[in-house]
């Protein structure tokens, strides 16, 4: 009897060690009730045990799932599932583990304080493996605050970790769903929403305000037959080796229509082992299949952080952000505004690799397009590679049919070999100060890009791309656009009394900007506007530059009128006291008379009241003020027969346009009356009073521009499979 009782006591020990197996560890209410497991508890509420109204399901202790936990629809009003405790639900199968067949309106949150927390994993390698997957109608659903750790470490290997869709057939579309504030790491996908082709789309998905890693293909993906998809406020990155698809790397990859908006998102630490493409932000609305109705499409990328700092050398092209077509995209619109996008790393023999931080490749051949292309920072850091490799900060390749609209962007590429370039429009590469002179004159028509500039921006590091305050100056203000009222942070863009304007790129500094109004004229009254640059060199001697900005006069001189520029400056510029250099295209570089204080956050300096202010006295006076001299055409700091020259051969064979250096009046045609100037100026021999040691205008790689050949090295995207 001893022997039986031993024998019972050492089974109940056993049966009481097994575990999970036996557990009653998942509670159900309504009409309570426990469960050894999810899958368990979700039959049960499957076959109406709970009843039709809201019901909870509480998880208390770890789970390994047999067979994919699946919870059907058109039972309950609503679902919600929490764990109790720091709980981990465990699978292995082809398959994701929890599944929201039809379901409406279940919610899975991981809560993630007092000691609660919800980790979700399945380490099979098939590509259908996941950890949460919703089908056939799933509509009204949010998983928030929620681990899934799924598979990415081998290539191809790795399914969708989050999965919104089924490949085929299926019996409605997943509308209105939402993934939030969790974390998802490993997959071959981490997040992705997909229609039925054909036959249902996915429309408004939320993918918000997640942490996205070590995937090995595609953090988010908005795939076909999707409409209405918000991805905003995630962070994506690697922070451990990934073995990546052979094909490449896309971070976020956009291919859905209708209103798709790409918000406050930060990637960094992209890497992986295997040659390939590589991109941060990509967006190819792809036309919907038939019967479905392709609705207008607009893609919004805005207030991004895109650092590609770490990608593998052998990389195909890195992209930050692509904005692209193919043969099976829908015409669409697209506002790329106030992004901060970095390439940087290095390429080795790659032949004809491309590697740029922005890139608009809309073409135009589906009906009409429209590019807003505002605010944003290309900082281009990537160098060496095969001869045939190109670095560029920002690339505006658009098919006939797209029209632009596009100004106040900050383009830069590092690399100064035959490889690097500031900037490409429609095929011809641009680097430098005299490139940017190059590249306005290109856009002056259009009236576009005329503030842009080619400047080396300093962020925090190269993966956090905030700025770097101390290091902001010139040439940072941005246009005010109504769709960016806030920055990545969640900052007000708004222009007050204490912030006189807004940032270029994806984050507002707050404090220390200063918005001085510089006040000038040129002798002979201008017709049209021009462009001015205004340095400030330091108060004493070697009075060496300290800042530029290159700028656009939006009100150009009339009659006794002065010209007013506002200077935008950022806290580089302190409150010490600097002297004011100007210069147009064709006026005699001048100087302030004294160093003007920067003490305040505004304030004005009026070159047009009295000729001693500019310095040596060097101003005419012209219609009730004291002007520039004019007619410097070739900018050495002398008005003399070469540039008469220069005006004349332009007058003789009828040369007009806008910005032209021989166009001395500005009215858009070189004739006579350009002539005369320049005659009269030189006979008097006008000429640049500059302070001390001064150095003469930077005139290096004047020639530095490039015609690439046509479609050169654009990515080829096409990736529908779901």
Known sequence: MKTTYLALFSALILLAAGGNSI????????????????????????????????VNV???????????????????????????????????????????????????????????????????AGLSQGCIRMYNGATFNTVRNTTCIGVGAANTSGGRTVNIGQPTGGTGGNDDNTIENCLISGGRRGIQTFGTIGLYTNSRTIIRNNEIKNFSSIGIFAGTETLDNTIEGNILFYDAPVYNDPSGVRVISVQGCGTQSILRNRIYGISGTVKGYFTGILTLPVKFTSPLITPPTTTDVINNMIALDNCIDSAINVYGIYIASNTTTTNYNSRVLNNSAFVAGSSV?????????????????????????????SQNERT?????ALHVGQLINLGAGVGLAADFNVAYCADTSARGWDALYNQTLYEGIAGQELYKDTLCAMNMEQNTAFIYVKFLSPIDLHLFPSQVGANMDAMIHPAVTVDFDGASRAV??????????????????????????LEEPQAYPNRVSICLRNGTSPYSIVDCAYM??????????????????????????????????????????TAVSFLGMTGVYDFTSAQTQSFGNNSVFIGGGWAFYNGDVNQDD???ATDGSLVDNDSYNFVTGCYLATDVTD??????????????????????????????????NADRKFTASAGRNLLKVSDSDQ
């Open 23 to 54: 557990s009653q560890i998942v509670n159900v209410m309504p009409l309570p009730a426990t469960y050894p497991d999810v899958g368990s508890a979700f039959t049960a509420i499957n076959g109406g045990l709970h009843g039709t109204g809201v």
């Open 58 to 124: 509480t998880i208390t202790g770890n789970t390994t799932e047999a067979v994919p936990a699946v919870l059907n629809g058109g039972i309950f009003s609503q679902c919600i599932v929490t764990p109790f405790g720091n709980i981990t639900v465990t699978g292995n199968f082809n398959d994701a583990v929890i599944v929201l067949n039809g379901a409406d309106r279940v919610t899975i949150d991981g809560i993630n304080s007092m000691g609660n927390s919800l980790t979700i994993t399945n380490m099979n």
């Open 349 to 377: 023999t790659t032949v004809g690799a491309l590697n740029v931080c922005i890139a608009l490749a809309q073409n135009g051949t589906h009906g009409p397009e429209v590019v807003e292309f505002f605010n944003n920072i």
């Open 384 to 388: 060496g590679g095969d001869p045939s």
């Open 496 to 521: 007050t009394g204490s912030n006189p304007f807004s940032y270029r790129g994806a984050d507002e500094l707050t404090g220390g900007k200063k918005s001085y109004q510089v006040l000038f004229k």
């Open 552 to 593: 656009k006069v939006r009100q150009w001189i009339v009659f006794n009128q002065a010209s007013v520029v506002t200077l935008n400056l950022g806290p580089k510029i302190i409150s010490a006291n600097y002297y004011l250099e100007t210069a147009t295209k064709h006026s005699v570089r001048t100087q302030s008379a």
């Open 638 to 640: 002398f008005v003399d």
């Open 667 to 700: 009215d858009g045609f070189v004739d006579a009356s350009d002539g005369s100037i320049v005659d009269n100026n030189s006979s008097n021999f006008v000429g640049a009073v500059l302070l001390p040691g001064t150095e003469p205008v930077d005139k290096n």
